[in-house]
């Protein structure tokens, strides 16, 4: 019994969209750790906290409210597991370190 040619279009079609979309649910962590150490790296010291959530919504990254100094960047397609811990001053941030939560 062979296979008719239709059907091996839509399955190829079929596989290779089961692939594009396990690439795309799994690219974040793969990505993600280099990105967001790069992102983490590239904060001066003394910038306010409008001036990181302005740099981070241009990556695409949330930024959590402001708590006793401290914040922390995330992605949100990674669920968090790679972040930038953020602490401020009164003179802006004092430091920027990044985060693996596994």
């Known amino acids: 019994m062979t296979i008719s040619p239709r059907r091996k279009r839509i399955g190829v079609v079929l596989v290779l969209l089961l692939m594009a979309g396990i690439g795309w649910v799994v690219w974040p962590f793969i990505a993600s750790p280099g990105q967001i150490e790069s992102f983490c790296n ?3 010291m003394g910038t306010s906290i409008e001036q990181v959530k ?3 919504a241009k990556h695409g990254y949330r930024v959590s409210s402001l708590i006793e100094g401290r914040a922390f960047v995330h992605e949100p397609s990674s669920f968090g597991r790679f ?3 953020l602490q401020f001053g009164p003179n802006g941030l004092m430091s920027s370190v990044y985060s693996f939560n596994d």
Do not use: E, G, K, P
């Open 42 to 44: 590239s904060l001066a």
């Open 54 to 56: 302005a740099q981070a």
């Open 83 to 85: 972040t930038c811990n």
